[in-house]
């Protein structure tokens, strides 16, 4: 007698257990989560072509600047006139 008991017990208890999944998702206590589509394209229209990039322009010497002497910049083969 106790263990037909027992076993009603745990049959009970594992078909309670296996529909409380089945129960969770219909929930009504949890937050509406609404998302929105993202915005819609414009395919009709070609994207603008992009602009190139400006040249890099670099300031000159100025003229009292002393000349480097490229030969005495290294150290054996390190370059020590930066």
Known sequence: ??????????????AVAANAPAQAQFMS??????????????LILPKPAPKPPEPAKTAPPPPDAPARNVGQCYQGRTNVCQ
């Open 29 to 42: 206590n949890y937050p509406v989560i609404i998302v929105p589509p993202p915005p819609a394209q414009n």
């Open 1 to 14: 007698m106790k263990t037909k008991i027992l076993g009603l017990a745990a049959g009970l208890a594992l």
